[in-house]
Nanobody, 129 residues
Framework: QIQLEESGGGVVQAGDSLRLSCVGR????????IAWFRQVPGKEREGLSC???????YVSDSVKGRFTTYSDKAKNTVYLQMNDLKAEDTAVYYC???????????????????????WGRGTQVNVSS
């Protein structure tokens, strides 16, 4: 069974950096892509980045230049490196996958939330200004 677990969130000051981790179990990153999302209460979930099984990446314009995503396949882990954090980055951060082999970043990011079958429980990031 595919499972995802995020970690690395916390409370930081504006301008600081954080690296979030998403560990995958029950599948291998050799075949599946992982996307990162965030959600603030009362707002829609926002897609941030994605890495496909072939290593191609996508980063949303809203965080491009500050956030990057990469993977360590030996650890079956995808990371979201967040630099120059701002108060508006405060949110719960989730990783997710559609559970389909060899999906492209476009295919994953184009899916509605319900079509991304596997989600982690999220990790809270609080950025104080």
């Amino acid at each position: 069974q595919i499972q995802l677990e995020e970690s690395g969130g916390g409370v930081v000051q504006a301008g600081d950096s954080l690296r979030l981790s998403c560990v995958g179990r029950g599948f291998t990153l050799d075949y599946y892509g992982i996307a990162w999302f965030r959600q603030v209460p009362g707002k829609e979930r926002e897609g941030l980045s994605c890495i496909s099984s072939d290593g191609s990446t996508y980063v949303s314009d809203s965080v491009k230049g500050r956030f990057t995503t990469y993977s360590d396949k030996a650890k079956n882990t995808v990371y979201l490196q967040m630099n120059d954090l701002k108060a508006e980055d405060t949110a719960v951060y989730y990783c997710a996958t559609d559970g389909l082999k060899f999906s492209t970043t476009h295919q994953i990011m184009s899916k509605e939330a319900l079509e991304l079958l596997y989600w982690g429980r999220g990790t809270q990031v609080n950025v104080s200004s």
